[in-house]
């Protein structure tokens, strides 16, 4: 039953109340404070309009969902009771409240359809807030999202103008759908057990079938969400690898030979299936130029890897919220725990690494609403891989140190911080892990002046207001400076700079719109020297108010 069914519970002592009823978007002063400053006009706008999301993830009913869509993953169904092949994937009602309701906030493909300003930006608070409540079924609205920017690049406009709106739906429905169905998801089958991020390495092969189509064989090693509508996959056409889109139903209303081998089972993310498909003889239409499968995909990765961020932020926001919400609550040797100089430390820092995160997150969000601008275009280029490194890394770390201010509780399922924390590692393996995504900054900078201008240029805007920061920059300038020097070397140093050139972007980011006591207690930290990246060593002031300020607050 959910919470709304059940009786009074009798209460125990010097225990939390359950951190239910508070608002999750306009609660969360970090997420709004950046809105205000990202797009100053929209800004009131924005966050009513995201209103009801808050408030909905901020009830008992949504959590329960997210535990119940969790503790019972999907099942695969190879094939009916006769026998006929199927391959359908049931899922607990669950998950389809919480990605009924995904959709429905807009959170899939909207933004790529809406005409109002800052679309991207509220997609992505929306995205960030109601990740919060469940992060598995954030996948499906992620690739959908993702789906469009290829779609548009195909030879033929009738795909995109045939499934774009679909896409943009917010509505949900999770039938196998009739090729007219209004709504839909979509799905992803890039990489293969030989090759993983290594795409070119791809077998699957695509031969034109005479009627516009091509007929694809071969298996997918990880495709997420195997239900969707459609789906992106990487084939080796006649012309080279190219990308296709790939219906779950054809034109004529019959289903396109797409069988699920099996379901992975995976550390987390267990309310989403992950699964194997082969293909053989499935039906798919030609995205983008032959030969240029891997340039089609490019901006589609760029949007996932946005998604990665945003995920992650939103991991991270959680783990603070039940962190600090508990030691405001909890009594320990004659005192409450936020009281403790050292816990008060501890979520201090945690609280600051959620404002940083939030902060780099939602900046490059904006850019997306800025896409005809070219160096919004060259912020992305170089911002998105040092976020998705960089963000996606602290996640861990921050997620094992939350679950710890909550004491043996926090090792306990019924608390959500062990989802929490087997979900934190995800983000920085999905669409490149931490190397590929080190190697492709590299890339960037040797290849593409315009992305390091941009990074210049972004950290630029806070020069003079802290020095550490100016040190920092300089210090990391001249580091790229070696490496430049040496190509040969620069490889081996490569998560030494990516890691360097986002904290310098989260602390430019920082300085010039958090609080004080936020932005003193980064560059204190991040930016020194001897960082060693152990959490709850804030040497700065106002520790207290920057607990606060994350505090969840329950009308």
């Not at 109340?17 to 970090?30: C, F, I, Q, S, T």
């Not at 943009?168 to 039938?175: K, L």
């Not at 030989?194 to 791809?202: E, K, L, N, W, Y």
């Not at 001897?530 to 920057?546: E, I, K």
Request: glycine share 10%; net charge negative.
């Amino acid at each position: 039953m959910l919470p709304t069914d059940r009786a009074p519970l009798r209460v125990a002592a010097n225990q939390p109340p359950p951190l239910e009823g508070h608002d999750v978007v306009r609660g969360d002063a970090a997420l709004t404070g950046a809105v205000h400053r990202l797009a100053p006009d929209a800004a009131t706008d924005l966050l009513d309009d995201l209103g009801g999301l808050g408030l909905l993830a901020g009830t008992g009913e949504a959590r329960e969902h997210g535990r119940l869509a969790n503790a019972h993953p999907p099942v695969l169904r190879t094939v009916d009771r006769y026998g006929h092949r199927v391959d359908e994937v049931e899922f607990h009602p669950s998950w389809h409240w919480l990605l009924g309701h995904g959709v429905g906030f807009g959170l899939a493909a909207a933004p790529w359809t809406a005409t109002g300003p800052a679309a991207h930006l509220r997609r992505a608070v929306g995205f960030l807030a109601w990740s919060q409540v469940e992060p598995g079924h954030a996948c499906p609205l992620s690739m959908t999202y993702a789906a469009v920017p290829a779609l548009r690049s195909a030879p033929d406009p009738t795909l995109a103008a045939s499934w774009v709106p679909r896409l943009a739906a917010t509505s949900y429905d999770p039938a196998l759908g009739t090729p007219g169905k209004p709504s839909a998801l979509a799905g992803m089958g890039m990489t293969e057990r030989q090759g993983g991020s290594d795409v070119r390495a791809t077998t699957t092969t695509a031969e034109p079938d005479g009627t516009g189509a091509h007929l694809l064989a071969g298996h997918k090693w990880f495709t997420s969400a195997p239900m969707s509508d459609v789906f992106l996959v990487l084939a080796q056409a006649p012309g080279g690898l190219s990308c296709f889109l790939v219906p779950r139903v054809l034109p004529d209303g019959g289903r396109n030979p797409l069988d699920v081998v099996r379901l992975k089972d995976k550390l987390g993310n267990r309310s989403n299936a992950s699964s194997e498909l082969e293909l053989a003889g499935t039906r798919g239409w030609m995205v983008g130029e032959e030969g240029r499968g891997v340039r089609t995909i490019i901006d589609m990765v760029a949007a996932t890897r946005l998604d990665c961020v945003l995920g992650s932020a939103a991991l991270v926001r959680r783990a603070v919220a039940e962190a600090s919400w508990h030691v405001a609550h909890r009594s320990a040797f004659g005192r409450r725990l936020v009281d403790a100089p050292l816990m008060q430390n501890v979520v201090a820092d945690l609280a600051v690494e959620s404002e940083a995160a939030t902060a780099l997150a939602l900046r490059l969000a904006a850019s997306v609403d800025a896409r005809d601008d070219p160096r919004e275009a060259a912020l992305r280029r170089i911002g998105l891989p040092l976020a998705k490194f960089w963000v996606c890394k602290r996640t861990p770390l921050v997620a094992a140190e939350a679950l710890e201010c909550l004491g043996g509780n926090g090792y306990v399922e019924e608390s959500g911080m062990p989802l929490l924390f087997r979900e934190s590692p995800l983000n920085s393996v999905w669409e490149g892990s931490g190397n590929v995504n080190a190697l492709d900054v590299l890339r960037a900078l040797t290849r593409e002046p315009a992305a390091l201008e941009a990074w210049v240029d972004e950290v630029g805007l806070a020069r003079g207001a802290d020095a550490r920061l100016d040190r920092a920059v300089d210090d990391t300038l001249a580091l790229l400076g070696e490496l430049m020097a040496d190509p040969a070397g620069a490889e081996r140093l490569a998560r030494r700079l990516a890691g360097r050139m986002a904290a310098c972007l989260q602390g430019a980011l920082l300085v010039r719109g958090a609080p004080a006591e936020v932005a003193d207690a980064f560059c204190a930290s991040r930016l020194g020297p001897s960082y060693d990246g152990t959490l709850g060593t804030l040497t700065t002031g106002g520790l207290r108010a920057v607990v606060d300020r994350a505090t969840p607050r329950v009308d």
